[in-house]
């Protein structure tokens, strides 16, 4: 069975290297995103407002950005800030602070050290993949570690559901009632932790139920509520949107692999947003209840969308809008999405059924990275 996915992943890296439509080497929305947001010392910094923070959720995703580009001395910078900043210097020992920033009487460090599961899962799994594919036991280690410890303090097992992820370990539950986000949980993340010891095959085969029952009209919130009987609920204090979280649900459903079962139910479960987007107009928040669209999105939007609209009406006026308004200098998050989505659209990565990383390297893109 492994040499099957080994082979499978093999074939997959092959055809990204070699189809000439696949993008070149250079990859300029990463050299911008490291340029605009990266600090030298390895922080990635949100410029939103002013304040210049750094939350969990960046350095996860400049570590993931990073090894797909295999660009290992990044990497490491990222990889040393988050551990000596956010995690006391020991990453297997402390889950990474949220949130760090300039605090009230003029010091820079840790604002909130409550931790966010959707970051943890992405450090893990970019250390595991780092370790996989850059042959780093030390990486492969800290990331199996810290995954254990994601399991012990953030996965609640909620009666009449099963083991799901909280968004952190302080404030998500109540009495009988626990708040969930579903962009938390990327599909490809749980399939890669699936044979790894702790609650993730379980939480794997849970989780398109959890996405469909979440969004009953095909439109995901970015947070709902569940309590045992009453089952799924509209998020108190929250409510129905469907916003700069959900947005990531379908970024992650439609970068899932063709080979992977769940796919072709959770895209047809999803088809009303697809629908909405046949005009080539993104939404940027959307009651998940109504449908009613309150709001239109711009250029991260439209990237974030590019793999769920593959072969679709709409995909080009999509393509052309990211291509029109480009990256900001001022936009983290949608600069995000754009790594993310136009990254994923122009060929140089994609994701295996068993949810490893397949980077689109070569012999002659490493020689001049």
């Known amino acids: 069975m492994n040499a099957m996915k080994t082979l499978s992943a093999g074939l997959l890296l092959w055809a990204l290297c070699v189809l000439p439509a696949m993008a070149g080497c250079d990859w300029p929305e990463w050299k911008s995103f490291k340029r605009d947001y990266i600090g030298e010392d390895g922080r990635v910094i949100d410029p939103a407002d002013g304040k210049r923070i750094t939350t969990s959720e960046g350095q996860s ?49 840790v604002q909130d050290d409550n931790s966010a599961s959707d970051s943890d899962l992405w450090i893990a799994y970019s250390l595991l993949e780092a370790g996989r594919l850059w042959d780093n036991h030390s990486y492969e280690s800290i990331g199996t570690l810290l995954l254990r410890r994601v399991a012990r303090e953030e996965v609640a ?42 609650p993730w095959q379980e939480m794997r085969a849970l989780l398109p139920r959890f996405l469909m029952e979440s969004a009953p009209q095909g439109f995901a919130p970015d947070w709902i509520d569940w309590s045992d009987p009453a089952g799924w609920q509209v998020s108190e204090g929250k409510g129905s949107v469907g916003g700069y979280d959900a947005i990531r649900v379908y970024l992650w459903l439609g970068m899932m692999s063709d080979e992977d079962p769940a796919k072709g139910t959770l895209l047809q479960h999803f088809e009303p947003m697809r629908a909405l987007l046949a005009g080539g107009r993104v939404p940027e928040r959307i009651d998940t209840r109504s449908g009613q669209i309150n709001s ?19 995909l080009e006026a999509l393509r052309e809008q990211v291509s029109q308004q480009g990256m900001r200098a001022d936009a983290y998050y949608g600069s995000v999405l754009t790594l993310f ?29």
């Open 296 to 314: 239109w999105g711009g250029a991260g939007f439209a990237a974030a969308l590019l793999p769920l609209m593959q072969g679709q009406p709409g």
């Open 61 to 109: 995703y400049g570590l993931f950005f990073a090894l797909v580009n295999n660009d290992r001395e990044v990497f490491d910078r990222l990889l040393q800030w988050t551990e000596i900043q956010l995690a006391r210097g020991d990453l297997t020992g402390f889950l990474p602070a949220w949130q760090w920033g300039e605090r009230p009487d003029g010091s820079w460090g």
């Open 157 to 198: 097992r909620l009666p009449g559901l099963g083991p799901i992820a909280l968004p952190g370990p302080r404030g998500f539950a109540g009495e009988g009632r626990w708040t969930l986000n579903p962009s938390y949980l990327p599909p490809q993340l749980l399939a890669r932790f699936e044979p790894m010891l702790g």
């Open 341 to 369: 989505g136009s990254g994923w659209d122009q060929g140089r990565y994609r994701f295996a059924a068993d949810g490893t990383l397949v980077p689109n390297w070569s012999a002659a893109c490493q020689d001049v990275r």
